[in-house]
């Protein structure tokens, strides 16, 4: 069965760092990975696909990368702005399945 | 237009109503979901239409009944509710078929309070 964990579970940085959000999986055989950002009592925003053939994904300020063999893969947020705190959460989609897996997430507040 | 649209944004009930959850989405994708997420939680997949088939019944008590009456739309009703069905419902759809490993895009969710 598949498992996504996310480290940490919360992160309070402040504002201008640049920072990391972690996502493993416990099986590889993955067809792609998407983080997703939601915001209080409000729905999810996709922020960056993996296709389980990629390394990595850029949007702006986003760029996610994708080690399918080691079942991990990273957020990375460049100049962090307190408009990006929200919980970020990591979802797999395994092989031969229409089930997106989702870790618990973790919790940003960027501080101005 | 990438959005997923949902009503109603809100909705209290008490047990004994009947109503129902509505999602539109007009990307021409071929799959949509239904979700539920409690608070603090990650959302847990509930229902799978592919080609307004349903192709995924995630063991939903029948108080929760699905319904695509075309590629565009899809419902849910609600009868006879629990107070612990209480959470937000989150819509999603994406544009692969068969195997749905394409993008999933979400609506912003109906929050529902059952009484």
């Known amino acids: 069965k598949q498992e996504v964990t996310q480290i940490p579970a919360a992160l309070s940085v402040p504002e201008g760092e640049n920072l990391v959000l972690n996502c493993s999986f416990t099986?590889?055989?993955?067809?792609?990975l998407q983080w997703f950002r939601q915001d209080p009592g409000k729905g999810l925003t996709s922020l960056l696909l993996?296709?389980?053939?990629?390394r990595e994904q850029t949007s702006g300020r986003l760029n996610a990368s994708l080690d399918k063999s080691s079942g991990r893969s990273t957020l990375y947020i460049a100049a962090s702005q307190p408009g990006d705190s929200a919980t970020y959460l990591c979802a797999v989609i395994q092989g031969g399945s229409e089930k997106l897996v989702f870790g618990k997430g973790t919790k940003l507040t960027v501080n101005p | 237009d990438t959005e997923v649209t949902q009503t109603p944004k809100h909705l209290v009930m008490g047990m004994t109503n009947k109503k129902s959850l509505k999602c539109e989405q007009h990307?021409?994708?071929?799959?949509m979901y239904w979700y539920k997420q409690k608070a603090k939680k990650p959302p847990e997949l509930m229902f799978v239409?592919?080609?307004?088939?349903?192709?995924i019944n995630e063991s939903v008590p029948s108080r929760f009944s699905p319904e695509c009456p075309n590629s565009s739309l899809l419902n849910l009703h609600l009868h006879a509710l629990q107070p612990e069905d209480s959470a937000l419902y989150l819509c999603?759809?994406?544009?692969?078929?068969?195997?749905?490993?394409?993008?999933?895009?979400f609506g912003e969710g109906s929050r529902l309070t059952v009484l």
């Open positions: 990307m021409g994708h071929r799959a």
């Open positions: 239409y592919s080609y307004e088939k349903l192709s």
């Open positions: 999603a759809s994406s544009q692969e078929c068969r195997l749905c490993t394409g993008e999933l895009f």
């Open positions: 099986d590889s055989a993955i067809y792609n």
């Open positions: 993996i296709q389980s053939s990629q």
